[in-house]
């Protein structure tokens, strides 16, 4: 069983930047697509970002050149790193794991983490 572990959340003004981590444990996740979702009171769960098994990075439209994903095979880990952050990117940011087909950017996912809150202060 797989367990995904977000941390890095906070706090921080419009204009600022946070790096949330996922580390994962119960297997190795080097073959898994690893990627982030967030979910803001009230809207559906989205998609933000995704990096394949060999690196490919995918963006929702409204993330990219602001957010940048990477992950560290030896560390079964991946990242979040949040620049340029604006009120409408607060919501609870969710870690997720899955094989190969994925269904990106449906919300449909094997593993999720338990989320890590993100709110951003005008």
């Known amino acids: 069983q797989v367990q995904l572990v977000e941390s890095g959340g906070g706090l921080v003004q419009a204009g600022g930047s946070l790096r949330l981590s996922c580390v994962a444990s119960?297997?190795?996740?080097?073959?898994?697509?690893m990627g982030w979702f967030r979910q803001a009171p009230g809207k559906e769960r989205e998609f933000v970002a995704a990096?394949?098994?060999?690196?490919?990075?995918y963006y929702f439209d409204s993330v990219r050149g602001r957010f940048t994903i990477s992950r560290a095979y030896a560390k079964n880990t991946v990242y979040l790193q949040m620049n340029s952050l604006k009120p409408e990117d607060t919501a609870v940011y969710y870690c997720a794991a899955d094989l190969p087909p994925i269904s990106w950017p449906i919300p449909s996912t094997d593993y999720w983490g338990q989320g890590t809150q993100v709110t951003v202060s005008s």
């Open positions: 990096i394949s098994w060999s690196g490919s990075t």
């Open positions: 119960g297997r190795t996740l080097s073959s898994y697509a």
